[in-house]
């Protein structure tokens, strides 16, 4: 089992920044990816970001140039640097962290992210 806790949401103005984070306990395996998803009410639940635990990212077009995660490998912890924030960036976002091998995903609790004036 992999437990996940996320942290760093918040109201914020457009045009703001917040840096979400996610810290990984359990059974961490060195072959892993981690990755930011979010959910707005009423839709579906869309990638943001992941990053492999050897450095390739890849992001959803919606936050290219806005958004960057990052990751530190001795803290098992991943990072989501959002500038830039746009009313429609509203939503919970939800951390995963995915084995490699067996395709064995664990998910956060959700961090809220509200953006408006």
């Known amino acids: 089992q992999v437990q996940l806790v996320e942290s760093g949401g918040g109201l914020v103005q457009p045009g703001g920044s917040l840096r979400l984070s996610c810290e990984a306990s359990?059974?961490?395996?060195?072959?892993?990816?981690m990755g930011w998803y979010r959910q707005a009410p009423g839709k579906q639940r869309d990638l943001v970001a992941t990053?492999?635990?050897?450095?390739?990212?890849n992001y959803a077009d919606s936050v290219k140039g806005r958004f960057t995660i990052s990751r530190d490998n001795a803290k098992n912890t991943v990072y989501l640097q959002m500038n830039s924030l746009k009313p429609e960036d509203t939503a919970v976002y939800y951390c995963?962290?995915?084995?490699?091998?067996?395709?064995?995903?664990?998910w956060g609790q959700g961090t809220q992210v509200t953006v408006s004036s």
């Open positions: 359990g059974s961490i395996s060195s072959r892993n990816t």
């Open positions: 995963k962290y995915r084995w490699i091998i067996t395709g064995t995903e664990w």
């Open positions: 990053i492999t635990s050897v450095g390739n990212t």
